[in-house]
C-alpha cells in the first residue's frame, strides 16, 4: 500500500490528488490511497469519475486514517526547492508534499471540472457580467496570511497589481473584477469606476471568477494558479515571476512557473 497526505488549502489539495493519480498511474499492482481525506474539499466542488468521487465520502476518510494506524509506513517527503522527476513508488510509504507543478499532471488524464451546481449558480450571478459585450480582466489580490506567513512577508506589491494593470490597452473597455481576501485594502488602493467590481464570495465562486477571466492577473496563490489554468478560454494569466521566491530571484517551489502563463518580474521595495 502507498499513501498520498492531503495538507494545506483548495489549490494544493488539486495538487496533491494530481500525484495521487499520478502515482496510480506508475503502479496499477498496489492499492494507492489519500490520507487525511476529510481535510480536502476537492470532491466538493469539482466533478470526478466515480473512483475518486468516493475519496470524499466519510467511510473513505476513515478507512485511510485506520490503515497508516495498523500498518507501518515510512514518510517519504518530497520538498519543492528541488525540480520534479519521474518517482517510481515503493509500497509501504506515505508521501507528503505540496507537488506544486503541472509536470505531473501532464503525465496523466484527468479531467477537472465544476460541478453544475456550483456553475450553475456562477452563470445565474455572474452570467451578465462574462457573457456581455465587454471582456473582463480579474486581478487576484491575496494578502492575509501572506503578510506573515513562516514570519515572512510574501504578499506581493500592490503596485505590480497598478502596474500590470496600467499597462491593459484601452482598461475602460473592460469590466474589471477584484476578488481578495482583504476587500477594504483593495478599495483603498484601488478607487471606484464605473468598471470596476470589488466582489466577496465564497471560495468556489471566486474560482469561477478567477476561471473565466479573459485576462487573469494573480497572486503567488496555488488557488489562483488552479483557477487561471482551468480557464475553458484562450485567456491571458499574468503571474509573478518566480512565484513565492520572487523577493530572491529565485523559482520557489520548482517546477511552478507553467508555460501557460506569462511570467512577468516584480518590482521589490
Avoid at 456550483?118 to 462574462?130: L, P
Avoid at 513562516?150 to 473584477?177: A, C, E, H, M, T
Avoid at 483593495?186 to 471606484?192: A, I, L, M
Wanted: glycine share 4%.
Amino acid at each position: 500500500m502507498i499513501g498520498v497526505s492531503y495538507k494545506g488549502r483548495l489549490g494544493n489539495q488539486l495538487f496533491q490528488l494530481v500525484f495521487f493519480q499520478y502515482l496510480r498511474s506508475q503502479k496499477n499492482s498496489s492499492v494507492i490511497f489519500l490520507h487525511n481525506a476529510h481535510h480536502a474539499n476537492v470532491t466538493k466542488y469539482f466533478e470526478f469519475s466515480p473512483e475518486l468521487s468516493y475519496t470524499g465520502s466519510r467511510w473513505y476518510s476513515t478507512l485511510g486514517r485506520a490503515v497508516t494506524k495498523i500498518f507501518s509506513f515510512k514518510d517519504i517527503y518530497i520538498h519543492n526547492f528541488v525540480s520534479p522527476k519521474e518517482i517510481v513508488p515503493k509500497d509501504h510509504t506515505l508521501y507528503h508534499g505540496y507537488f506544486q507543478t503541472d509536470y505531473y499532471l501532464k503525465k496523466i488524464s484527468l479531467d477537472i471540472k465544476v460541478k453544475d451546481f456550483y456553475s450553475k449558480k456562477f452563470n445565474a450571478d455572474f452570467g451578465e457580467v462574462f457573457n456581455g459585450e465587454k471582456k473582463v480582466v480579474v486581478v487576484h489580490i491575496r494578502r492575509t496570511d501572506y503578510l506573515n506567513y513562516g514570519k515572512r512577508d510574501i504578499s506581493l506589491p500592490i503596485s505590480f497589481f497598478k502596474q500590470q494593470l496600467n499597462l491593459i490597452p484601452d482598461l475602460d473597455n473592460y469590466n474589471v473584477i477584484f476578488v481578495s481576501d482583504d476587500m477594504e485594502f483593495v478599495k483603498k488602493e484601488f478607487p471606484e469606476k464605473p468598471n470596476y467590481i470589488f466582489s466577496s464570495n465564497d471560495e468556489i465562486t471566486d474560482f469561477q471568477i478567477i476561471q473565466n477571466a479573459d485576462i487573469a492577473i494573480i497572486s503567488n496563490s496555488t488557488f489562483a494558479w488552479w483557477a487561471s489554468y482551468l480557464s475553458p478560454k484562450k485567456n491571458l494569466v499574468i503571474a509573478p515571476k518566480n512565484w513565492v521566491g520572487f523577493r530572491i530571484g529565485r523559482e520557489h517551489p520548482r517546477g511552478i512557473m507553467t508555460t501557460k502563463f506569462n511570467w512577468v518580474d516584480v518590482p521589490v521595495d
